[in-house]
């Protein structure tokens, strides 16, 4: 691996083409980012119950999340603690126990040994059931959102989410709150995992050009973007969080990408809607609740608030992840547009969706382009509006106008580059430090 | 034929000559998506109430089927006819850049068991497939599943109703399934 000097330059406007393909660059994201930072896991909409349960990973790591009977959650390792096997193979469920399939050990679901057969006869009641539990992961939720971490030292998940929690709040605290819809989609793409979280944090200029073809047909308030020939710097932003999340808004676009009677049945939601949740928000943030949002949380959680995706990208080695995807909608909403939403949610980002299928092949061809040796070598640019940001009072992190931009993509490999430098937490950027130093 | 004898059928294998007009159909269906015929599929294959859908199938264990939380089925397609068009539509536009230079498509259709269906005229066929991908140089992917159609006659021609396709993955390992099975 290259010094980190030279893997990510002039403040993250230069990344070294080697950190999308070199397996020890991987292997060190693995340790530094992905076994400390928070990931998502899960919503509270989909375990509510006492005994549910999903499966997802963390990193390369398998791991459950379940209900537990007070209410609370319990996250860890779905790896038996005798010889390694997984202990669940369903990917959600309910269930009182989890028994491994190879000698019968069984754990409850908190995580804890309850069972292990023969334990009189075999092990002459001497096993200390209390020692092996299931390895249990750092679990919390932020307004229903479920991030696990494994890092003890990292800060509460508020923290951690830093300034993007306030933008989160736009639309987080909104009467009844937000759930998210699934089961979800499962797909593969054989890419580097940063090369979708750059794409929603803040790659709005491919819009035009990449998604030609479904602005075209889908029409909306976004299709003129169409070829790259019109937009308007005024029509939006993208905001910078020193703690690596960003994202992209668009004014009064919340349903652009909603074509046809669900983008008009949205629209007249959020309309609706709007009065109260500036009671609560504020007016400044009642601007982001009806503004369209490309966004990610660092370092593999994405979504675009408006067209109601959910998606994260789980790295499943160098040039490959695993894509999965929910619909994320009000609480509140009725059934019916839920439903619209969800449908239109497939229609163009699930795995047959008009848009998914454009950006899936640039991810693949930005990250294989690099599999040649002198290729390899050079280097790509995200210079766009480097210079032209600033810091506004009342709005957190680094802010930059325009959501044709390149701000808050910078923000996430100085990011990058901080975590895999394997500072102690203590040491790491936080929007607080950047508004006290201001 | 009368609705009393119709009922008798429903369920029934059909005969010979049907079997082999339903075959011939799925054939000539696969070959036009194949050679990109997508309005010749749309306008003459196609009925205009079809339902066109993708569920997809959580992975889970035989004892707990129960739906938890606030989980419904996720479909990749649930397309009617106006949806189908504008996915056709998009081919269209000259600026579809991952289908040029063009994706080359096979359908592989076996398997092929049809029904007669509680509704005249109509037909219940089960059918399994391989869709092969091969994309640019060495992009190049089989896709298995099954099919649920509802084929319905309409002045002597068959035209698909519905279909509801099941894919064996739970994890697509491809980059999407943008193309018609």
Known sequence: ?438 | MNSEEHSALSGQPVDQATHFEIERFLVREARALDEERYHDWLDNMVAKDVIYQLPTQEVRYRRDRKTIGNAQTTYLYNDNYDVLAMRVARFDTGFLWAEDPPMRIRRYITNIDAQWADEEGEVDVWSNFIVYRSRAQRDNVSTHGRRRDRLRKTDGQWQLASRVITLEQRVIMDKNVHCFF
Not at chain 1, 7 to 16: F, K, M, P, W
Not at chain 1, 66 to 86: E, I, V
Not at chain 1, 203 to 223: F, K, N, Q, R
Not at chain 1, 322 to 342: F, Y
């Open chain 1, 1 to 438: 691996m290259k010094p980190l000097d030279q893997l990510v330059q002039q403040e993250g406007a230069i990344q070294d083409r080697s950190i999308y393909w070199d397996n020890d660059v991987y292997q060190a994201e693995m340790e530094h980012i992905f076994a400390r930072c928070w990931l998502f896991l899960t919503h509270d909409s989909i375990i509510p119950e006492k005994g549910d349960y999903q499966v997802t990973t963390m990193g390369e790591d398998n791991v459950i999340v379940a209900r537990q009977a007070d209410g609370s959650l319990k996250a860890f390792l779905n790896s038996c603690t005798h010889r390694g096997n997984f202990v669940c193979f369903s990917e959600a469920g309910n269930t009182r126990s989890f028994v491994c399939p190879y000698h019968g050990w069984s754990f409850g679901i908190d995580g804890s040994l309850q069972d292990v057969p023969l334990e009189k006869q075999a092990y002459h009641q001497e096993i200390d059931k209390t020692a092996l539990g299931l390895r249990q992961i750092r679990v919390a939720s932020y307004k229903g959102l479920i991030f696990g971490t494994f890092d003890e030292s990292a800060p509460p998940l508020e923290k951690y989410l830093g300034g993007m929690a306030w933008y989160l709040d736009s639309f987080l605290d909104v009467p009844g709150g937000i759930e998210l819809i699934g089961p979800p989609m499962k797909s593969t793409l054989e890419c580097n995992w940063k090369n979708p979280s750059e794409n929603f944090i803040g790659d709005g200029y491919h819009v035009g050009w990449a998604h030609a073809s479904a602005l075209e047909i889908a029409g909306g308030s976004l299709a003129s973007m169409k070829g790259l020939n019109e937009y308007d710097k005024n029509s939006g932003l993208q905001i910078s969080l020193p703690e690596g999340h960003g994202f992209g808004a668009i004014w009064e676009c919340v349903a652009a990408l909603h074509p046809g009677p669900p983008g008009v049945a949205y629209q007249q939601w959020v309309d609706q809607r709007s009065p109260a949740v500036k009671e609560i928000v504020g007016e400044q943030r009642e601007k982001f609740y009806r503004a369209h949002w490309n966004a990610t949380i660092f370092p593999n959680c994405s979504f675009l608030y408006g067209t109601n995706t959910f998606k994260v990208w789980q790295p499943r080695g160098p040039h490959s992840i695993e894509v999965t995807t929910w619909t994320m909608v009000e609480k509140e909403m009725p059934k019916e547009l839920k439903d619209m939403i969800h449908a239109d949610n497939m229609l163009t980002f699930g795995t047959a969706g008009i848009l998914e299928s454009d950006d899936g092949e640039n991810f693949e061809n930005c990250t294989n382009s690099n599999r040649g040796h002198s290729t390899r070598q050079g280097t790509v640019y995200l210079g766009m509006g480097q210079g032209h940001e600033r810091q506004e009072a009342g709005l957190p992190g680094i802010v930059s106008d325009g959501w044709v931009n390149e701000t808050s993509t910078r923000g996430m490999y100085r990011r990058w580059a901080e975590m895999m430098s394997g500072k102690s937490w203590d040491n790491l950027s936080t929007t607080a430090d950047l508004e006290n130093n201001q």
